[in-house]
Nanobody
Framework: QVQLVESGGGLVQPGGSLRLSCTASGSIFSINVMGWYRQAPGKERELVAVISSGGSTNYADSVKGRFTISRDNAKNTVYLQMNMLKPEDTAVYYC????????????WGQGTQVTVSS
């Protein structure tokens, strides 16, 4: 079983920055894709950004040029640097990863709240 622990959420003013972190632990043999998703009140969960084991990235159009995803494979950790935050970025942000441990896994973090407001 693989557990994900997220940190770094909070309250920030429009135009500000936050950095989210997510560390995987447990029975891990390999980590494939790591990513961030978000869910705003009354909306469905949506992809924010993902990064492959080789470092290839993909972003939602709404965050391109403002958010940067990165990973530290030695630490089993994925980061999301969020700049120029907007009120519409307000949501619960979830970390996700998949790969092989004792078997194939697809794990989610507990979520961290990001609120952008003046």
């Amino acid at each position: 079983q693989v557990q994900l622990v997220e940190s770094g959420g909070g309250l920030v003013q429009p135009g500000g920055s936050l950095r989210l972190s997510c560390t995987a632990s447990g029975s891990i043999f390999s980590i494939n894709v790591m990513g961030w998703y978000r869910q705003a009140p009354g909306k469905e969960r949506e992809l924010v950004a993902v990064i492959s084991s080789g470092g290839s990235t993909n972003y939602a159009d709404s965050v391109k040029g403002r958010f940067t995803i990165s990973r530290d494979n030695a630490k089993n950790t994925v980061y999301l640097q969020m700049n120029m935050l907007k009120p519409e970025d307000t949501a619960v942000y979830y970390c996700n990863t998949n790969g092989y441990g004792s078997r194939w896994y697809n794990s989610w973090g507990q979520g961290t709240q990001v609120t952008v407001s003046s």
